[in-house]
């Protein structure tokens, strides 16, 4: 089963915009994952934070963009909303951010925490993306 792009826009709480923003680093991200894995000299030396950045450069795009729909929506006077959508995304990028995070310092080794504890803010969203959706239904 495919899941529309409005459905997605719903479920998920996020723009098309930053949809895209994740998209483009993601396959930024890919890339860079690709010749690290495959012992490219330039990537080798650097470590996991290079690999990473693209993740974290959309995090703050994303985060960015989510103050300015914020700060427009209240100067409509749509106070309720705006507020509900800044929770919204602000919990979502602060979980998928630790994740990235965790994962960073896992794979570097310089964190001695467990797999399991690392994907704890995902299984997280994932509650919350669950809650969200039969919220809306």
């Known amino acids: 089963?495919?899941?529309?792009?409005?459905?997605?826009?719903?479920?998920?709480?996020?723009?098309?915009?930053?949809?895209?923003?994740?998209?483009?680093?993601?396959?930024?991200?890919?890339?860079?994952?690709?010749l690290k894995l495959d012992?490219?000299?330039?990537?080798d030396s650097t470590g996991w934070w290079i690999v990473f950045s693209p993740l974290f450069v959309a995090d703050a795009l994303n985060t960015y963009f989510c103050a300015i729909i914020f700060i427009r929506m209240r100067m409509e006077g749509m106070i309720?909303?705006?507020?509900?959508r800044v929770l919204w995304s602000l919990i979502s990028l602060l979980l998928i951010?630790?994740?990235?995070?965790?994962l960073c310092k896992k794979l570097s080794g310089q964190s001695p925490l467990e797999y399991s504890e690392v994907l704890s803010p995902?299984?997280?969203l994932l509650q919350l993306i669950a809650f969200r959706a039969c919220q809306i239904h």
Do not use: P
Not at 1 to 29: D, K, P
């Open 97 to 102: 951010f630790v994740f990235k995070y965790l």
């Open 80 to 84: 309720r909303d705006a507020t509900l």
């Open 122 to 124: 995902i299984f997280i």
């Open 1 to 34: 089963m495919i899941f529309s792009l409005n459905e997605l826009v719903h479920w998920l709480g996020l723009t098309i915009f930053e949809i895209w923003i994740n998209l483009i680093s993601l396959t930024i991200f890919t890339v860079l994952l690709a």
């Open 39 to 43: 012992n490219n000299y330039f990537l």
